[in-house]
């Protein structure tokens, strides 16, 4: 976290005083985004950087589906898990990916390549089923084209 | 002043009021889980959904007045959503209110009956989570029972500030859950959060499964732990529900103390020492008058202790602050001429107890030091030399500094081994065996009542004081 508290320093000026709270999304973000996920650390350092309680920071953590407390491997597969993608048979699509992975959601393969995950929704019902694979969408998902998918990725 | 019409009814609502204050301030009763006026708005429960004549359905406690508003707390639509969110709040609530301890004051139960009455409509599994968790020495939480409704969370953010819980995870995995490096413990407050949760998910562990709430009464009465004087309702067994087979004990013995709300002086809150006042008067308490440590029938020790009086030179009293303003009115009157009387401080700050913050803890911990400073002085590190009688009255007198050779007249309420060491010893009641008042640090008046029989041999303060003015007869 040290390498941001310049950026974060930024951050604050712009937002009004008493407002620290509001930095956790912000912080956290750019703290997964560097180093990969959120460690423990980060979490009694963040909050003692914002002066909030170190509950704030867990809470939003534990909220948001998109933050991860464990480092993931290459290619992140996050499926989105709730209605309208659900109707479209994503929890079919969920049980393929962990047949054709060898894991659960939540866990990496031994390798390294693939973490799977089911995530609530990621604001794609239009072209449901969905998934983010690290920042990108996928969409309008069958069992073929997640293999096909997955032939792509090294 | 906008005007606005609730039901049909046109009312005065102050500007910057919410829909549900001006409700409330009318008169109109709104069911609320997550809205408390001491709180900040939350808005999760919409159980206080009303409807807006042309614009439907809100929440009344995040929805601010504006002229001419026709709202309706009642009609068929609100009556149908109200019917539709109590079903999501129990949801995944257990109904174990058979086994609740707050059953019978329980807001979901109450509304349940008045806005619902049916069972649930789901079939799936509820879902289970932690029982019997600990969040401190003194309080449960039961994660099923609870609706997140947040109050707790608030509470400890907003009014305590201890900032000792919060919630983790979301949607119906969701917990309350106490922070590691800020224990609940640690909180003076944290068992106002008991009083606050709607629901039976926050539970009093010294209160825990001792008694159905409708076998107790509430006896209003004064926190005698600090100078602020919290009203408190002292809650015991109805005497229409006093226990003939088990202990009777109980119904002597306070169930349960709980806040009395009394925005002069404590606001909707007490500290949790309050709680603990069966600690202080469920002590073992003395019963006999005792000459020089041998019990003697009461008049017996009367007529020793004016022989006493009569027969001193320099009498000095030490006045309790623990006293009523009746009792210290009495002693006044009585024996104020007779006495060079001082006041003295009956209880002291305990290690580890906090001394004094900016929501209700005072210092000094005891209730009538106001009332008993406007009479007399504090008393003197070194009392004068020559005093030949001392009366104390009351705890907290170090005998080791009464002036040596003085006789002693001693007025308490508990077993003590000083009792035994005084000439006289006369047994008073205390404040839940007696009607009185307070004055509390800042001059507010505050009543408490009887709610407990004396035991047998022990007086009020205020009626020793006046037989102890009648004059000694003389022996022949």
């Not at chain 1, 909220?63 to 994503?90: E, I």
């Not at chain 1, 390549?113 to 604001?123: A, H, I």
């Not at chain 2, 009293?317 to 303003?325: Q, R, Y």
């Amino acid at each position: 976290m040290k390498s941001l508290l310049k950026e974060f320093e930024a951050l604050r000026a712009r937002f009004p005083a008493g407002f620290e709270s509001s930095l956790v999304l912000p912080c956290l973000r750019r703290i997964q985004e560097e180093r990969g996920y959120v460690a423990d650390g980060d979490i009694e350092e963040l909050a003692a950087f914002l002066g909030v309680p170190a509950i704030q920071v867990e809470e939003v953590l534990s909220f948001y589906t998109q933050f991860r407390r464990r480092p993931v491997g290459r290619w992140h597969l996050q499926v989105c898990r709730n209605v309208s993608c659900s109707m479209r048979g994503a929890e079919g699509l969920v049980g393929h990916l962990e047949r054709r992975l060898g894991v659960a959601p939540g866990a990496t393969t031994p390798d390294g390549r693939f973490t799977l995950s089911t995530v609530e929704c990621l604001g794609s019902c239009g072209t449901a089923p969905a998934l983010m694979l690290n920042d990108r969408y996928v969409e309008n998902l069958t069992p073929e084209s997640v293999d096909a998918l997955l032939q792509e990725l090294d | 002043m906008p005007e606005i019409l609730i039901n049909g009814q046109k009312f005065e609502a102050e500007a910057g009021q919410t829909v549900l204050e001006a409700a409330r301030a009318a008169g109109i009763f709104v069911p609320t889980f997550c809205w408390h006026p001491q709180l900040s708005t939350a808005g999760n429960c919409r159980m206080c959904l009303v409807e807006v004549e042309g614009r439907g359905l809100d929440i009344a406690c995040n929805m601010p007045v504006s002229a001419g508003m026709r709202v309706l707390t009642d009609s068929p639509e609100v009556r149908a959503h109200r019917r539709a969110i109590l079903q999501f709040i129990t949801l995944n609530h257990p109904v174990d209110c058979g086994i609740c301890d707050k059953a019978g004051e329980c807001s979901l139960q109450d509304y349940h009956y008045a806005y619902n009455g049916e069972a649930s409509i789901s079939a799936e599994p509820k879902v289970r989570s932690t029982k019997y968790y600990n969040l401190s020495s003194r309080i449960l939480l039961d994660n099923e029972r609870c609706i997140l409704c947040l109050r707790c969370t608030r509470f400890t953010h907003e009014i305590s500030k201890s900032m000792a819980l919060g919630v983790e995870s979301r949607g119906d995995v969701s917990v309350i859950r106490p922070v590691a490096d800020r224990p609940l413990g640690d909180d003076p407050y944290s068992d106002n959060i008991v009083d606050l949760c709607p629901v039976g998910a926050l539970q009093s562990r010294q209160f825990l499964h001792k008694t159905r709430v409708w076998y107790l009464e509430p006896t209003p009465s004064v926190c005698p732990g600090c100078a602020r004087g919290c009203s408190v309702n002292i809650w015991h067994r109805k005497p229409e529900w006093h226990v003939k087979t088990l202990d009777p004990a109980q119904n002597q013995s306070i169930a349960r103390v709980t806040p009395l709300e009394n925005p002069a002086v404590n606001g909707p809150w007490i500290c949790n020492k309050g709680r603990d006042l069966a600690r202080i008067f469920e002590r073992r308490r003395a019963t006999e008058p005792m000459l020089q440590g041998s019990p003697v029938a009461l008049e017996t020790a009367l007529e020793r202790a004016r022989e006493l009086i009569g027969a001193a030179r320099h009498p000095l009293a030490l006045v309790s602050n623990w006293g009523s303003n009746e009792e210290l009115d009495a002693f006044q009157r009585s024996l104020g001429a007779v006495f060079t009387a001082y006041v003295k401080s009956d209880s002291v700050p305990q290690p580890g107890e906090r001394l004094e913050d900016e929501l209700l803890i005072r210092a000094d911990k005891n209730p009538n030091s106001a009332a008993a400073r406007a009479l007399y002085a504090d008393a003197p590190a070194r009392l004068p030399e020559g005093t030949d009688l001392v009366l104390v009255w009351g705890e907290g007198c170090d005998f080791g500094a009464l002036p040596r050779g003085a006789r002693l007249i001693f007025l308490n309420a508990y077993l003590a081994p000083e009792n035994g060491h005084a000439d006289v010893f006369l047994p008073t009641s205390v404040q839940t065996e007696r009607d009185g008042h307070y004055t509390n640090f800042q001059g507010v008046i505050s009543g408490f009542h009887a709610c407990f029989a004396k035991p047998s041999g022990a007086l009020d303060a205020e009626a020793l004081f006046r037989s102890l003015a009648a004059p000694a007869r003389v022996h022949a």
